[in-house]
């Protein structure tokens, strides 16, 4: 997720701006869920999924994104990423 973080910061092309952004959205989302104890969905359940959470927490995600704001998306993101433990170190296998 850090390498899609950082090219998402790094992005000028519009198109590859949305890809990235979507696909930071639903990575985060998935961590925001798990790091919750919740199920994680796929389709219109992530978003189902997500409302479950504190308003607060989602809307520093969601608003950032249906507005293509990608430098707040991207804090967001990174905050996400702290409140989880920080960035994963090399060595990390999924």
Not at 1 to 18: I, K, N
Not at 23 to 42: K, P, V
Request: no cysteine; hydrophobic share 50%; proline share 4%.
């Amino acid at each position: 997720m850090a390498m899609v973080l950082a090219d998402l910061r790094d992005a000028t092309d519009p198109l590859e701006r949305r890809v990235l952004a979507a696909t930071l959205f639903e990575r985060t989302a998935e961590l925001m869920l798990l790091t919750a104890g919740r199920w994680i969905g796929t389709g219109k359940y992530l978003p189902r999924r997500l409302r479950e959470l504190p308003v607060e927490r989602v809307d520093a995600l969601v608003g950032p994104y249906l507005s293509g704001n990608t430098a707040d998306l991207a804090d967001a993101v990174e905050q996400e990423l702290a409140a989880a433990g920080g960035r994963l170190q090399a060595g990390f296998v999924r």
